[in-house]
């Protein structure tokens, strides 16, 4: 099949961008939309031209490096599935393809299709994480955790930190990443001692780089790995808990 | 000539008591010294995170290093099957012993026996560690854990979370790692690549890195560096390693002294999905757990062109469970992988392009119903009809081997240290543990072992001799011939100016190495490679193009080192296959097999780890051996049938 392709080019962070157009021929069904581009890539450079700059590792929809705007929509049309796992058969001959980044004021454009999503890392450093450090920990069946609380931990910990939540949501807002983060630890036995104080600090530090949460569910609808914003509504109340619970817990009651 | 002597350092006496004797006899650095300590800590995959988060919660000063956007996306988090654990949960004989046995066996008796002991021991502790940390591996309903059977083991010792433990298991490293950067204990460089490892008088002294978005070249000194940067499987080009995994941190030290081993030593994965057309840029895995329930079968005759519905019982060979009737369709990974690629080159292959084997799940269908099957492997076929477009629940899987692990590497002692004092390797990167083949649910044991337990304990013995010097600063005359190497690198690939793509040189490099140093190999396509690869070297280092600027992203240019890397070693994977005149686990030379076509090893010659000395560009590799003794398990024929 053949497209057009509208792609963003961006020099660099201060570069205001525009699109620039592509006209792809031969696309064939089984290749993936980043093998598409890695083709459209070799015609540029075999043309003298400097290739579209893209984030892409695993190509296996696990490590959360990809991610593009397509046609508006975060990772593309098909539901449950990461840009590198999107495969042509879903266009259609003489479509035209908008390829866009990552659109949000926390996740800054580095060039062209690659973003900076820093401020993720920044709220995991700020409380995502259970204290254990190695050494001699007891033994792991002496924490029954029951089959339904670790499957609802492994449901939110299943996020792969790509950011189409983010890319996705008219405010920008982080809340589903952030929430799936602390619903994993949240929901854990082990998690327990420091779930008041993790989930104020990730919070907080969430909205010192993202916008706020206006249940659009945008995001659910964009996650690869389909995440329920059920997890919000526990870090809403979670939070809400914390503010008392972190004074009790110092003694202020 | 070359001094070097390969002293492995493996502690005498018991193989039980050996690790316990080594930490009790190793010097220790005492608290307060140790934050007088810079370690340096290239890649976060597991075995990087891991040692990076525990040496700072010790108290060294860490910095840390990735060319990912952020620690969490190394290429540890696709593993997806599980993770080794001789708890012995399921009362079914498990054991540290049988564990270490298992792993000596499946690596073909080519590992070295005191390091697999130690990871045998220290699997047990890597999974307390993990649950303590928040990974939530699948439980039963009691809240017990669950374990699961994998290829190559008789007993369920793989603990799991759903298809996704190394992601799970990559995040808890990760997370503790992120909690140590909030203490200010970890300096972490994210986009930042190793271009070169710099010694003084023949010690490591630091690295040189590339910031992959400022495009700046810096030095960094350590007392220690530990190169956590994971294997080569991408010299084959078409590999399930992600796009950007890369030998150079390894190649560059190996270039710098440290000698390499076992380099044709990689395993070829027999289930993953068969390349569809020319423009595929990577292979994706299905789980060795499919291989539970699926029957591996191809028609037994050739060019049958029918759909594999319409071909009936008598008329299909499913080659497996005929061939080894005690293991089946779960035979360790280097035989299934072999008899896919045997019967596909009689011509029995199936799909478009007759390049892979049936993985058909009717009869469990049959047998368990589609609810059980599905629940099982949902997840994996839902992958599978995303890239194929094919319901697995409706018609067989198609599935061929792939470049999935490397077992060779930088050479390393018991203390995981390369021939270089104070430059450490560490998972993937090193050789030690998983001999001529690695067993399933094993290399995220090996990660976390070197990263959580064995190098933070090693590391002070080194370190203790140090204390009082002032380590090697970045001003040294070491640091900036390096740096002027590096940037020169950079502008002479920019100025060549040719016509092809780093990635086109790749794609036919990667031809070249999976043609003659693949699944099979032999004496007359080898030496055909030894004369192709330079030549292409030739051509590339003439021809290549690479587009843009030094300073700033600049991903061809990323690219086309990584390339120049591959060239070199995959010329030395080539090398060493030569060199060694036997089969053993993923080292199948045609010329050694038994009658019934099994890897036909050669204790008496080839009973040593081969590690391979960097002579300079042009010149013959010189080899090095390090005999293997074997006293706790005696060498057998490996048979699973």
């Keep these: 099949m053949n497209l057009t392709l509208k792609v963003w080019r961006q020099s660099g962070p201060t570069d205001p961008g525009h699109f620039e157009t592509y006209e792809t021929t031969d696309v064939k069904d089984e290749m993936s939309f980043l093998e598409m581009l890695d083709v459209v890539n070799e015609n540029l450079i075999a043309d003298g031209h400097e290739p579209i700059t893209f984030d892409s590792d695993c190509r296996e929809g696990i490590c959360g490096t990809c991610g593009l705007m397509i046609n508006g929509q975060a990772h593309g049309p098909q539901k449950g599935t990461t840009t590198c796992q999107l495969h042509m058969r879903k266009f259609h001959d003489g479509e035209t393809v908008t390829i866009e980044p990552w659109r949000a004021a926390a996740f800054p454009v580095l060039k062209d299709l690659m973003v900076d999503r820093s401020a993720f890392d920044a709220i995991i450093e700020s409380g995502g994480f259970i204290t254990a450090d190695t050494g001699g920990p007891r033994d792991a069946n002496e924490i029954l955790i029951p089959k339904i609380a670790a499957d609802s931990a492994m449901d939110a910990a299943a996020c792969i930190g790509c950011g189409a939540c983010v890319a996705a949501c008219p405010n920008g807002a982080a809340q589903l990443f952030t929430s799936a983060k602390l619903a994993h630890l949240n929901l854990l036995p082990q998690g327990q001692a420091e779930r008041w104080k993790r989930t104020e600090d990730m919070v907080e530090t969430m909205e010192m780089f993202f916008g706020s949460c206006t249940n659009y569910g945008e995001c659910q609808e964009a996650c690869p790995k389909e995440i329920p914003i059920d997890f919000i509504a526990m870090m809403n109340r979670d939070f809400l808990k914390s503010k008392f619970k972190n004074r009790k817990l110092q003694g202020q009651r | 000539m070359s001094t070097i002597t390969l002293d492995s350092k493996v502690p005498s006496g018991p193989i039980e008591d050996r690790w316990t004797n080594h930490k009790f006899n190793m010097k220790l650095v005492n608290p307060a010294n140790k934050r007088k300590f810079t370690v340096l800590v290239v890649g976060t995959g597991l075995a990087g995170a891991a040692a990076a988060a525990t040496l700072a919660q010790l108290g060294y000063q860490v910095k840390c290093f990735t060319f990912h956007d952020s620690p969490r996306r190394a290429h540890s988090i696709a593993a997806q099957g599980g993770i080794n654990g001789a708890k012995n949960y399921k009362n079914d004989g498990d054991s540290v012993h049988r564990l270490f046995y298992d792993t000596v066996k499946g690596g073909d008796f080519r590992s070295r026996e005191s390091n697999v002991h130690r990871l045998a021991e220290l699997s047990v502790n890597i999974i307390d560690q993990c649950v303590a940390q928040g990974v939530p591996f699948a439980r039963e ?254 018609m067989p899987m198609r599935i061929y081997p792939a470049s999935h692990y490397t077992m060779g590497g930088l050479w390393v002692d018991y203390n995981l240290m390369t021939n270089i004092p104070g430059l450490y390797a560490l998972g993937e990167a090193n050789f030690s543990d998983h001999g001529a083949n690695r067993l399933g649910a094993s290399a995220l044991m090996q990660g976390l072992a070197d990263g959580y337990f064995v190098a933070p304990n090693t590391i002070s013995d080194y370190l203790a001799g140090l204390l009082g010097k002032t380590p090697v600063g970045t001003d040294d005359p070491a640091f900036s011939t390096s740096v002027a190497a590096v940037q020169d690198d950079m502008r002479r690939w920019i100025a060549v100016g040719g016509t092809k793509s780093p990635e086109y040189y790749h794609r036919e490099l990667g031809k070249i190495v999976w043609d003659y140093c693949g699944m099979t190999r032999d004496k007359n396509g080898l030496e055909k490679a030894l004369s192709e690869i330079p030549a292409l070297r030739e051509e590339f280092e003439k021809n290549v193009r690479v587009l843009g600027d030094p300073d700033g992203i600049n991903q061809s240019l990323e690219k086309v080192g990584r390339v120049a890397d591959f060239f070199e070693l995959g010329e030395l994977m080539c090398r060493d296959a030569l060199m060694r005149e036997e089969s053993c686990g993923g080292h199948f030379r045609v010329e050694h097999q038994t009658e019934e076509g099994e890897a036909k090893r050669d204790d008496e010659n080839f009973s040593f780890v081969g590690a391979w000395k960097w002579e300079g560009t042009g010149t013959t590799s010189t080899l090095h051996k390090e005999p293997l003794v074997f006293e706790s398990v005696k060498p057998v024929e490996r048979s699973y049938k």
């Design chain 2, 141 to 394: 309903y009691g809240g017990l854990l669950d374990n699961r059977s994998f290829g190559g083991a008789q007993v369920s010792r793989t603990f799991y979370a759903r298809g996704q433990t190394g992601q799970q298991l990559l995040l808890g490293a990760y997370q503790a790692l992120m909690q140590q950067v909030s203490l200010g204990n970890v300096e972490l460089h994210t986009k930042t690549e190793l271009l070169d490892v710099v010694t003084k008088d023949g010690v490591a002294a630091g690295i040189v890195t590339r910031d992959l978005v400022t495009g700046d070249i810096r030095s960094w000194a350590g007392h220690a560096t530990l190169l956590c940067t994971g294997g080569y499987g991408n010299a084959f080009y078409l590999s399930t390693n992600a796009m950007n995994s890369n030998v150079t941190a390894s190649w560059r030290a190996h270039k710098k002294g440290a000698l390499f081993a076992n380099p044709c030593y990689t395993q070829i994965h027999p289930t993953c999905i068969p390349a569809s057309d020319e423009f595929q840029s990577k292979l994706t895995l299905m789980s060795e757990s499919l291989r539970n329930d699926g029957r591996i079968w191809v028609p037994k005759e050739f060019d049958d062109n029918r759909a594999p519905e319409n071909i009936p019982e008598e008329d299909r060979d499913y080659f497996l469970e005929r061939k080894y009737p005690s293991f089946g369709n779960l035979a360790p990974r280097d035989i299934a992988s072999r008899n896919a690629k045997q019967v596909v080159d009689e011509g029995r292959g199936v799909g478009p392009i007759k390049n892979g084997v049936y993985l058909d799940f009717a009869e469990s269908i049959g047998r368990l119903g589609e609810n059980v099957v599905f629940e099982r492997y949902g997840n994996l076929f839902d992958m599978y009809e995303r890239i194929t477009d094919e319901n697995p629940m409706k």
